[in-house]
């Protein structure tokens, strides 16, 4: 276990990562993007998606942990034998995640409610472990959290447009916080969207989006 | 909750619940590996064999060890060790005592470990406040409903080679709406029995 690529189940795609700074940023966010291009860690992605604000909470969780897993794997990239680095990356990514999981329960009982073990699932997310990998065990401290930062941007904007669509045209209307956006009478809610076949639904049209304006072949992506 | 029986929750946790169409568990390896009939009943069976062992395992550290010793907030991290820990011992066994089987299924199990389905079946068993026998009744299910969905999802995978599809949603994008007429195929068995 300890000399395999965490990234395997998902075809390898981890180890695709250059440039610095800015480009790093682009990559991330963009050319690269973790959910939409390299269509990894889509399991938490589908499963809060159903509502604008679940989506936006699962971001914030999701930078959160990947820019601390990023920054204390590359503080300690030296001094993680080569062999059990996989277990203590592991243990780095658990104990973010068991934070985040903590500060929610104690100030949004509700969300947390909602999110249910979902939070717990990053652990097992291979973007983050793909990115302590490839990037964070390479590189020092400062571009990991940029390296960090923009992978954590790029699934929270996916998670966003997933999580827009997904509300708007299930129930009609989007709610965050005081603001409303109301499609109006005219637009009867599909129920069917907030469900479970809508999540993939929606996804595999934003993948083939993706495609489409990059100009890619999406059976390049695939292996 | 406890009143359901252990066959009532198997049977759920297969259709109504599937774990991977309903709570979109283990997608990773269910894109990548669902290109061939047999190479998914592979990770299927070996999924569901973890996944039964790695709940009642899970179940017994929680509340034997973690709650005594309020440590809940540490479940995370111990789960995720545990199943390591059980994938490797699995992985040793089989290697030492049948290569045949080993070189069938062995390359399945590292894989197994970062299936994100094993580790929300344990979460799902804690947070559902299931009793023992309930969860060995909802791990084996679990697995055995995503060996259906990545049976099922390889053979449709087999048929469309041959389609006609439009470019951009080539590869991963047709497979995520092929999952979305499953997922809608599967709510047909909704109201046959129901857990939570």
Same mark, same amino acid.
């Given at each position: 276990?300890?000399?395999?690529?965490?990234c395997?189940?998902?075809?390898?795609?981890?180890?695709?990562?250059?440039?610095?700074?800015?480009?790093?940023?682009?990559?991330?966010?963009?050319?690269?993007n973790?959910?939409?291009?390299?269509?990894?860690?889509?399991?938490?992605?589908?499963?809060?998606?159903?509502?604008?604000?679940?989506?936006?909470?699962?971001?914030?969780?999701?930078?959160f942990?990947?820019?601390?897993?990023?920054l204390?794997?590359?503080?300690?990239?030296?001094n993680?034998?080569?062999?059990?680095?996989?277990?203590?990356?592991?243990?780095?990514?658990?104990? @973010?995640?068991?934070?985040?999981?903590?500060?929610?329960?104690?100030y949004?009982?509700?969300?947390?409610?909602?999110?249910?073990?979902?939070?717990?699932?990053?652990?097992?997310n291979?973007?983050?472990?793909?990115?302590?990998?490839?990037?964070?065990?390479?590189?020092?401290p400062?571009?990991?959290?940029?390296?960090? &930062?923009?992978?954590?941007?790029?699934?929270?904007?996916?998670?966003?447009?997933?999580? @827009?669509?997904?509300?708007?045209?299930?129930s009609g209307?989007?709610?965050?916080?005081?603001? &409303?956006l109301?499609?109006?009478?005219?637009?009867?809610p599909?129920?069917?969207?907030?469900?479970?076949?809508?999540?993939f @639904?929606? @996804?595999?049209?934003?993948?083939?989006?993706?495609?489409? &304006?990059?100009?890619? *072949?999406?059976?390049? *992506?695939?292996? | 909750?406890?009143?359901?029986?252990?066959?009532?929750?198997l049977?759920?946790a297969i259709?109504?619940?599937?774990?991977?169409?309903?709570?979109?568990?283990?997608?990773?390896?269910? +894109?990548?590996?669902?290109?061939?009939?047999?190479?998914?009943?592979?990770l299927?069976?070996?999924?569901?064999?973890?996944?039964?062992?790695?709940?009642? +395992?899970?179940?017994?550290?929680?509340?034997?060890?973690?709650?005594?010793?309020?440590?809940?907030?540490?479940?995370?991290?111990v789960?995720?060790?545990?199943?390591?820990?059980?994938?490797?011992?699995v992985?040793m066994?089989?290697?030492?005592?049948?290569?045949?089987?080993?070189?069938?299924?062995g390359?399945?199990?590292?894989?197994?470990?970062?299936?994100?389905?094993?580790?929300?079946?344990?979460?799902?068993?804690?947070?559902?406040?299931?009793?023992f026998?309930?969860? +060995?009744?909802?791990?084996?299910g679990?697995?055995?409903g995503?060996?259906?969905?990545?049976?099922?999802?390889?053979?449709?995978?087999?048929?469309?080679?041959?389609?006609?599809?439009?470019?951009?949603?080539?590869?991963?994008?047709?497979?995520? +709406?092929?999952?979305?007429?499953?997922a809608?195929?599967?709510?047909?068995?909704?109201?046959?029995?129901?857990?939570?």
């Amino acid at each position: 276990m300890a000399d395999k690529n965490a990234c395997m189940t998902c075809g390898g795609r981890g180890g695709l990562c250059g440039g610095k700074g800015i480009a790093t940023l682009k990559e991330g966010v963009w050319t690269n993007n973790p959910l939409a291009i390299q269509v990894l860690g889509i399991c938490s992605a589908l499963a809060v998606t159903n509502k604008l604000s679940n989506s936006l909470v699962m971001g914030c969780a999701f930078l959160f942990v990947c820019v601390g897993s990023n920054l204390f794997v590359s503080l300690l990239r030296n001094n993680i034998p080569h062999r059990i680095r996989m277990i203590a990356e592991v243990a780095i990514i658990a104990t @973010f995640v068991i934070l985040f999981d903590q500060f929610l329960k104690a100030y949004y009982w509700e969300m947390s409610k909602q999110l249910g073990p979902y939070v717990g699932l990053i652990i097992t997310n291979c973007i983050v472990m793909g990115r302590a990998e490839a990037f964070a065990l390479q590189n020092p401290p400062i571009v990991s959290i940029v390296d960090g &930062v923009a992978n954590g941007i790029g699934y929270g904007v996916a998670l966003a447009i997933i999580g @827009f669509a997904r509300e708007l045209f299930g129930s009609g209307q989007v709610v965050l916080g005081n603001l &409303v956006l109301d499609l109006g009478y005219w637009y009867t809610p599909n129920q069917l969207m907030i469900l479970a076949p809508g999540a993939f @639904f929606v @996804f595999g049209v934003l993948i083939a989006f993706f495609n489409l &304006v990059k100009g890619g *072949d999406g059976e390049e *992506d695939k292996k | 909750m406890s009143d359901t029986s252990a066959i009532v929750i198997l049977i759920a946790a297969i259709f109504t619940n599937n774990i991977l169409l309903s709570n979109f568990l283990g997608m990773c390896s269910f +894109i990548a590996c669902s290109s061939q009939v047999g190479t998914a009943l592979g990770l299927g069976t070996a999924v569901t064999f973890v996944m039964t062992m790695t709940t009642m +395992i899970n179940y017994s550290v929680y509340y034997f060890l973690l709650v005594p010793l309020k440590l809940v907030h540490l479940q995370f991290i111990v789960f995720i060790a545990v199943i390591a820990a059980f994938v490797q011992l699995v992985e040793m066994i089989v290697e030492r005592f049948s290569p045949k089987l080993y070189f069938s299924l062995g390359i399945f199990l590292p894989l197994i470990t970062v299936n994100c389905a094993i580790l929300g079946a344990s979460l799902f068993a804690i947070i559902r406040n299931y009793t023992f026998i309930q969860t +060995i009744g909802f791990g084996f299910g679990a697995g055995l409903g995503w060996l259906v969905a990545i049976v099922l999802m390889a053979g449709l995978q087999q048929k469309m080679r041959y389609s006609d599809i439009p470019q951009p949603f080539k590869g991963v994008s047709v497979a995520m +709406i092929i999952t979305c007429v499953m997922a809608m195929a599967f709510m047909g068995f909704a109201g046959m029995v129901t857990i939570q």
